[in-house]
């Protein structure tokens, strides 16, 4: 059993963004976190997420994450991911290329999702808060490269 924890924060939403992961598995710990210069909060809470199952070495594992996303949550728990998937209806959602590299990653393992309430006493998730929202602040931020190409796109700039 893994059981992952994951947040995501952005400043201004869209400004500065981070997510933060803690992954728990057979008494050993794992945290991820990054950082990027323009992005959205739902962008980093699903990212959190995909960068978790990313990090896993092995398929078929039974894994619980823990997120504080209603966005990712219900997507998912809800059935609706795999409804814009089965009518190829991506085109018309927000973070398409993400909701893509994460159905290419469940299709893999035994997925659970389990909302939690933010910033409350679940302990990890306050630590996945603290990870994403310093990634958020650092210094030394990476490109959402699908994001920012799609806010040029839409200003006609590409």
């Known amino acids: 059993m893994v059981e992952i924890y994951t947040d995501g924060a952005a400043r201004g939403n869209p400004g500065p963004g981070g997510?933060?992961?803690v992954m728990l598995a057979a008494g050993h710990r794992k945290e991820i976190s990054k950082g990027y210069r323009l992005t959205t909060n739902n962008r980093m809470e699903l990212m959190a997420v995909i960068v978790g199952l990313e990090a896993?070495?092995?398929?078929?594992?039974?894994?619980?994450?823990?997120?504080?996303?209603?966005?990712?949550?219900e997507s998912v728990e809800q059935g609706w991911v795999f409804q814009w998937d089965r009518k190829e209806d991506f085109a018309k959602k927000k973070?398409?290329?993400?909701?893509?590299r994460f159905l290419k990653l469940y299709a893999y393992q035994n997925i659970r999702f389990v909302w939690v309430k933010g910033h409350s006493s679940n302990i990890e998730n306050?630590?996945?808060?603290?990870?994403?929202t310093e990634a958020a602040d650092g210094?030394?931020?990476?490109?959402?490269?699908?994001?920012?190409?799609?806010?040029?796109n839409k200003k006609g700039l590409f």
């Open 95 to 100: 973070n398409r290329d993400l909701w893509k």
């Open 126 to 132: 306050n630590r996945c808060d603290i990870l994403a």
């Open 19 to 21: 997510y933060g992961v």
């Open 56 to 73: 896993l070495k092995k398929q078929d594992l039974d894994i619980t994450i823990y997120s504080d996303s209603k966005y990712v949550v």
């Open 139 to 152: 210094f030394e931020l990476d490109v959402d490269e699908a994001y920012e190409r799609e806010i040029n």
